[in-house]
């Protein structure tokens, strides 16, 4: 199976075109913004280096928060405009989730973004499978009473406190290639490209208005 995978939820902007298990192009570019004007030209040039056509695709995977609002609109934007063009299924995916499977897995972890504001976006795991939904925590809530063997994410420094015993890493985003390992394993149905958001925004319009 032939699948283009996007990240843009978080602080890089990533994309990967894979077939089966082997990854035919990949690019990642670490930004905090700047993802609409560099996304396009990503994807154009890793579908040049893979030698396929975006119709040999078989599926496109995109994250979708939790995240950063504006980053995570470019990547759902583009994938779902490619996907109504070309006419190829769409599958999106929690962040946080694609961070777990980006990586081997043993034993009870964490994924952690910074929210700001005093929160977190975190999300359990057993190995890399999740044991409940997204959140968005005060930091000091997520070690009361939990024992954890892994911490993962951009956010993961400010737990590491909480957790001397875990093993801390500090992905910023997750690997496309995981991501499109994700889409090759997943119900179509079951992963709908729509937004995940667990709060409002920190941007204000003018008049205190959310955008």
């Known amino acids: 199976?032939?699948?283009l995978a996007i990240d843009t939820a978080l602080g890089l902007c990533s994309a990967a075109v894979t077939d089966g298990d082997a990854v035919l192009a990949s690019c990642t570019e670490a930004m905090q913004q700047g993802?609409?004007?560099?996304?396009?030209?990503?994807?154009a040039e890793v579908m040049a280096e893979s030698g396929l056509d975006f119709d040999d695709l078989a599926r496109i995977a995109v994250t979708v928060g939790p995240g950063s609002f504006t980053g995570l609109r470019v990547g759902l934007s583009f994938a779902k405009g490619v996907g109504f063009a070309r006419d190829i299924p769409v599958l999106g995916f929690d962040s946080l989730e694609a961070i777990a499977a980006s990586a081997p897995r043993e034993g009870r972890g964490l994924v952690i973004v910074d929210a700001r504001r005093g929160q977190v976006y975190a999300r359990r795991f057993d190995g890399k499978n999740p044991t409940g939904p997204s959140q968005a925590v005060r930091i000091?809530?997520?070690?009361?009473?939990?024992?954890?063997?892994?911490?993962?994410?951009?956010?993961?420094?400010?737990?590491?406190g909480l957790f001397p015993n875990a093993r801390i890493?500090?992905?910023?985003?997750?690997?496309?290639?995981?991501?499109?390992?994700?889409?090759?394993?997943?119900?179509?149905?079951?992963?709908?490209?729509?937004?995940?958001?667990?709060?409002?925004?920190?941007?204000?319009?003018?008049?205190?208005i959310d955008p």
């Open 35 to 43: 993802h609409q004007e560099r996304l396009a030209p990503m994807v």
């Open 169 to 208: 890493e500090a992905r910023a985003a997750s690997d496309p290639a995981a991501l499109a390992r994700l889409a090759m394993a997943a119900d179509a149905g079951d992963h709908l490209p729509e937004p995940i958001y667990l709060r409002a925004p920190d941007a204000k319009l003018p008049g205190g």
């Open 140 to 160: 000091d809530d997520l070690g009361v009473g939990t024992m954890v063997d892994w911490v993962d994410g951009p956010g993961s420094v400010l737990a590491a």
């Open 1 to 3: 199976m032939r699948v």
